[in-house]
């Protein structure tokens, strides 16, 4: 976002030897050395980034927040619009709505977006916690989200339609959105395996996508040594502790 010198700052009808700055709602002496010091500190420069954060726009000196639909009153700073029940509670359950959905809150928060996209049905849905609740919940977008968790899953088609295979439980399940999506979420062993291998790798630039998207790949790869090594906590153990990857 373009900052000027003045971008929130306005006269202050009461005095004319202060002005006040809309985002952080406090009054400055009317001299620019003191508007700059206060345009050049931490908290304004913070405010500006949580009203990018929060879907809060200024236009012509006035606050308005998108998520609330409202604009602010004008003893109404930023984080104080923030911490209010009102703002908070949207945020909240939006973020809860969209959390592993793919789909992102952030063009639409940012301003640059008047709708959120969603990235597994490829479309816009109107930003409202109800639309999105019902997309979400909407069996396409469901089957959606499971055809691009598959290749993340270790999950594969077989021979036969009415079931697929789980690489990592080496088990078959069956072939409904619903049953591969409880998996996924749910099956205790199917996560342990992915928090334990996460947790291993976790800064180490060692590669498991392609071990999960293709079904005869045995191997996680190690982006800091070149080396293939075999998919498991074991073996990964052992690589991270070699010399070869240590140095
Ligand atoms: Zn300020
Ligand atoms: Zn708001
Ligand atoms: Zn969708
Ligand atoms: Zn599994
Ligand atoms: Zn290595």
Redesign the pocket.
Known sequence: MKTSLLY?IVADESSKTRVR?V??G?YIPKANKCIEQ??NGT??KE?IELMSENGINCNNDVLYCKPCKRTLNEDESVTKHIDGDDHANWMTAMEDLVDGEFISLVPYLSGEKDEVFCEVCNCSVECTPLNIEEHVNDFNHRANVCEKLKPLNGIFAVENNDEVWCKICNLYLENTVKSILEHIDDDEQHMDWFAEIEDLIDGQDISIESYLSNEHESNAYCNKCHVEIGCNVLSIEEHISTEMHLS
């Open positions: 929130g700055c985002f952080c406090v206060h345009t908290r304004h405010n």
